[in-house]
């Protein structure tokens, strides 16, 4: 029976069981729907009722039917598969012999090498080996045979799978070897490479530790180094860390970079081996930040140093020019003309330094009651008078003017006891022109001279408040001191400005507004300065304003040290 035959059979089974179900299903309907009607009812005396046993009859003869049906339905279609089951292999089976037919080219029954290796082409683009058909041989042709038989093609097939899966294992191990000889390849690449960027971050490394080597013990050696051997450390410390950073920073490029292009199958093993340099790099930044804040401050404590030091050459020189016109009784202007060997109104450092060749040595200290004798001090040298002229320059002209320099040379005192200013040096004869208050600063024009009624030292002074002039008595005949060198050192007692200009508007020009805005600096409380031009009265804010240098890093400029409101910015030390 054909498959198509089949079908049909079933298919008309199939149409036939629904329609006898669906009348069965019509039937029982019928009869629970009307049962109750066809039944007679039942007369007395009567043992049996007929039409209840007919109904009852009907029920099962119709669930029997229903049976039947479903079973010769149910039968119907495993004949139907099983058919359809062997109508497919037929076809199948005719197929691979149609394969065979059509490879058998010489129609003997049985497929030589030759037509073997036809079918393997055409089939399966599949290029038979001379060794793989040796072993199909081996396996499916009986010795004395030609080739394979007919009944034997299905095998024919499988052994030619495997001899195709055989090749693909082949091909399939080559790639595989090939991938992993070039992974071998890749990784020996990035090996050398990740080399490379260890010895970067090792040789990072020693610079890290040398900076740290250099700087760690800085601090303590301020105190027994001069200012400029202490900035050249600093200098040193920073340049270590500029060329430390430097290094860090191509160490961590270097790094990154490991990471480019990179084979995914060698990702895993790069990102291991970056995080591994990382960690070792991960406190570069911090302990070269540390070292480079160590150079910073101390820096700092080298300019306050150079400027302490700049301070004491300073004052040391102006010092031997105040000795020098005290012994030769000359007046300021005097001194200036004494220096000035050129006459040309200004001080340049050529006749600074001829005058130091020749000024008056300053007596030697003597030591006080109990004390050692204080060790001389040694001589200025050419490089510290150089420093003390370029200090006293305030205005970098290469030169100091002659105000400049007088107002250097004035003598201040303050008053550290409270005393009297009179008309004259004899104390009996004068009278008393006002009295000195504690702090008071006086400037010495003349003496000290010795009051000879009394015995004590008397100078004529001007106070700098009121320039009221007259004489003081510097000391009482029983050790009671009244005047003390000093009052040209001011201190900071409220925040200010130190500017360029006198005028707080930078004197009326543009450019001279922005040049004072970008030249002002802070004053902050506790800071100390050094007078270099008293304070006079700024006519437009009403503010007394005092040229000054800061002591702390020697810049000089002018601050306000009495608001117009009162308001007290500076007192002397």
Same mark, same amino acid.
């Given at each position: 029976?054909?498959?198509?035959?089949?079908?049909?059979?079933?298919?008309?089974?199939? +149409?036939?069981?629904?329609?006898?179900?669906?009348?069965?299903?019509?039937?029982?309907?019928?009869?629970?729907?009307?049962?109750?009607?066809?039944?007679?009812?039942?007369?007395?005396?009567?043992?049996?009722?007929?039409?209840?046993?007919?109904?009852?009859?009907?029920?099962?003869?119709?669930? !029997?039917?229903?049976?039947?049906? !479903?079973?010769?339905?149910?039968?119907?279609?495993?004949?139907? *598969?099983?058919?359809?089951?062997?109508? /497919?292999?037929?076809?199948?089976?005719?197929?691979?012999?149609?394969?065979?037919?059509?490879?058998?080219?010489? =129609?003997?029954?049985?497929?030589?090498?030759?037509?073997?290796?036809?079918?393997?082409?055409?089939?399966?683009?599949?290029?038979?080996?001379?060794?793989?058909?040796?072993?199909?041989?081996?396996?499916?042709?009986?010795?004395?045979?030609?080739?394979?038989?007919?009944?034997?093609?299905?095998?024919?097939?499988?052994?030619?799978? &495997?001899?195709?899966?055989?090749?693909?294992?082949?091909?399939?191990?080559?790639?595989?070897?090939?991938?992993?000889?070039?992974?071998?390849?890749?990784?020996?690449?990035? !090996?050398?490479? &990740?080399?490379?960027?260890?010895?970067?971050?090792?040789?990072?490394?020693?610079?890290?530790?040398?900076?740290? %080597?250099?700087?760690?013990?800085?601090?303590?050696?301020?105190?027994?180094?001069?200012?400029?051997?202490?900035?050249?450390?600093?200098?040193?410390?920073?340049?270590?860390?500029?060329?430390?950073? *430097? #290094?860090?920073?191509?160490?961590?490029? +270097?790094?990154? %970079?490991?990471?480019?292009?990179?084979?995914?199958?060698?990702?895993?093993?790069?990102?291991?081996?970056?995080?591994? $340099?990382?960690?070792?790099?991960? #406190?570069?930044?911090?302990?070269?930040?540390?070292?480079?804040?160590?150079?910073?401050?101390?820096?700092? /404590?080298?300019?306050?140093?150079?400027?302490?030091?700049?301070?004491?050459?300073?004052?040391?020189?102006?010092?031997?020019?105040?000795?020098? =016109? #005290?012994?030769?009784?000359?007046?300021?202007?005097?001194?200036?003309?004494?220096?000035?060997?050129?006459?040309?109104?200004? &001080?340049?450092?050529?006749?600074?330094?001829?005058?130091?060749?020749?000024?008056?040595?300053?007596?030697?200290?003597?030591?006080? +009651?109990?004390?050692?004798?204080?060790?001389?001090?040694?001589?200025?040298?050419?490089?510290?008078?150089?420093?003390?002229?370029?200090?006293?320059?305030?205005?970098?002209?290469?030169?100091?003017?002659?105000?400049?320099?007088?107002?250097?040379?004035?003598?201040?005192?303050?008053?550290?006891?409270?005393?009297?200013?009179?008309?004259?040096?004899?104390?009996?004869?004068?009278?008393? $022109?006002?009295?000195?208050? $504690?702090?008071?600063?006086?400037?010495?024009?003349?003496?000290?001279?010795?009051?000879?009624?009394? *015995?004590?030292?008397?100078?004529?002074?001007?106070?700098?408040?009121?320039?009221?002039?007259?004489?003081?008595?510097?000391?009482?005949?029983?050790?009671?001191?009244?005047?003390?060198?000093?009052?040209? $050192?001011? =201190?900071?007692?409220?925040?200010?400005?130190?500017?360029?200009?006198?005028?707080?508007?930078?004197?009326?020009?543009?450019?001279?507004?922005?040049?004072?805005?970008?030249?002002?600096?802070?004053?902050?409380?506790?800071?100390?300065?050094?007078?270099?031009?008293?304070?006079?009265? /700024?006519?437009?804010?009403?503010?007394?304003?005092?040229?000054?240098?800061?002591?702390?890093?020697?810049?000089?400029?002018?601050?306000?040290?009495?608001?117009?409101?009162?308001?007290?910015?500076?007192?002397?030390?």
């Amino acid at each position: 029976m054909e498959l198509d035959e089949v079908t049909a059979t079933a298919k008309a089974v199939d +149409e036939a069981g629904q329609e006898a179900k669906t009348k069965m299903k019509a039937c029982t309907d019928f009869i629970l729907s009307k049962g109750q009607e066809m039944k007679s009812p039942d007369l007395p005396g009567a043992t049996q009722n007929a039409s209840k046993e007919t109904l009852q009859k009907l029920l099962q003869r119709i669930n !029997e039917c229903t049976r039947g049906t !479903e079973a010769t339905m149910a039968t119907s279609r495993e004949s139907r *598969e099983r058919n359809i089951r062997k109508g /497919e292999a037929r076809k199948k089976k005719a197929a691979i012999e149609a394969t065979f037919d059509k490879y058998d080219g010489d =129609k003997d029954g049985v497929l030589s090498k030759i037509e073997i290796k036809k079918y393997a082409k055409g089939e399966f683009e599949f290029p038979i080996s001379n060794t793989a058909m040796e072993d199909i041989f081996k396996v499916l042709v009986d010795e004395g045979e030609k080739g394979v038989k007919k009944d034997q093609f299905q095998r024919l097939k499988y052994a030619i799978g &495997i001899a195709r899966e055989k090749v693909k294992d082949a091909e399939r191990k080559a790639a595989r070897e090939a991938r992993e000889k070039e992974l071998a390849r890749l990784k020996s690449e990035l !090996e050398e490479q &990740i080399k490379d960027a260890d010895n970067s971050v090792g040789a990072a490394k020693e610079l890290v530790d040398k900076t740290e %080597e250099m700087a760690n013990p800085i601090a303590s050696k301020g105190k027994a180094m001069a200012s400029a051997e202490m900035i050249k450390l600093a200098d040193e410390v920073a340049e270590a860390v500029k060329e430390a950073k *430097e #290094k860090s920073g191509e160490a961590k490029k +270097e790094v990154a %970079e490991l990471s480019e292009g990179v084979d995914k199958d060698l990702k895993g093993y790069v990102l291991f081996e970056i995080r591994k $340099l990382e960690e070792k790099m991960s #406190k570069f930044d911090a302990r070269l930040t540390r070292a480079s804040n160590l150079a910073t401050r101390f820096r700092d /404590e080298a300019k306050i140093k150079e400027s302490d030091e700049l301070y004491a050459l300073e004052k040391r020189a102006i010092d031997m020019i105040k000795n020098h =016109k #005290k012994v030769n009784k000359l007046s300021n202007e005097e001194m200036f003309a004494d220096i000035d060997t050129g006459k040309d109104g200004k &001080i340049d450092e050529s006749e600074f330094l001829a005058f130091f060749k020749r000024c008056e040595k300053l007596p030697q200290k003597e030591a006080k +009651e109990g004390e050692a004798e204080p060790a001389e001090e040694p001589e200025l040298t050419e490089a510290d008078l150089s420093k003390a002229f370029k200090s006293l320059d305030d205005d970098d002209e290469d030169s100091i003017a002659k105000d400049r320099f007088v107002n250097v040379i004035r003598v201040f005192m303050k008053v550290i006891k409270d005393t009297v200013i009179t008309s004259g040096i004899s104390i009996k004869e004068s009278k008393t $022109l006002r009295r000195l208050d $504690l702090g008071e600063v006086v400037e010495i024009l003349e003496g000290p001279v010795k009051e000879d009624t009394v *015995e004590v030292l008397r100078v004529k002074a001007k106070v700098m408040k009121d320039d009221v002039e007259g004489w003081i008595t510097m000391a009482g005949n029983q050790g009671t001191v009244f005047l003390e060198d000093g009052g040209h $050192l001011f =201190k900071v007692v409220k925040d200010t400005i130190l500017t360029e200009s006198f005028e707080l508007d930078g004197g009326g020009s543009k450019d001279a507004t922005r040049k004072l805005k970008d030249n002002t600096r802070k004053l902050k409380v506790g800071e100390i300065v050094e007078v270099r031009e008293w304070a006079r009265k /700024e006519e437009k804010s009403g503010l007394m304003r005092m040229k000054c240098k800061a002591k702390s890093d020697g810049m000089t400029g002018w601050v306000t040290t009495l608001g117009n409101q009162g308001t007290v910015y500076m007192e002397v030390v």
